[in-house]
Nanobody, 120 residues
Framework: QVQLVESGGGLVQPGGSLRLSCAAS????????MGWYRQTPGKQRELVAT???????DYANSVEGRFTISRDNAKNTVYLQMNSLKPEDTAVYYC??????????????WGQGTQVTVSS
């Protein structure tokens, strides 16, 4: 089994910062990519940022320049530093990992989600 445990969400004022963390554990053979997605009520889950094991990153246009994704491969952990937060960043943020549990089995795994609320 694989578990993704997120932390770091909360309430912050507009213009503030938060840092999300997500640690993957369990029967992990290798991790290709990890990332963050977010979802608000009535909307589809959308990509926020992803990072591969090699360090290649991809960001949604709406967060480019404000959010930074990073990764500690030794700890199977991914981080999302969120600066200059806006009310429209309010959402449940989900961690995702694209990984192999064996050399031949590759799947997507999701965390339970952490609420980020940007409000004055």
């Amino acid at each position: 089994q694989v578990q993704l445990v997120e932390s770091g969400g909360g309430l912050v004022q507009p213009g503030g910062s938060l840092r999300l963390s997500c640690a993957a554990s369990g029967s992990i053979f290798s991790i290709y990519a990890m990332g963050w997605y977010r979802q608000t009520p009535g909307k589809q889950r959308e990509l926020v940022a992803t990072i591969t094991s090699g360090g290649s990153t991809d960001y949604a246009n709406s967060v480019e320049g404000r959010f930074t994704i990073s990764r500690d491969n030794a700890k199977n952990t991914v981080y999302l530093q969120m600066n200059s937060l806006k009310p429209e960043d309010t959402a449940v943020y989900y961690c995702n990992a694209d990984l192999r549990t064996t050399p031949r089995v590759r799947n997507d795994y999701w965390g339970q989600g952490t609420q980020v609320t940007v409000s004055s």
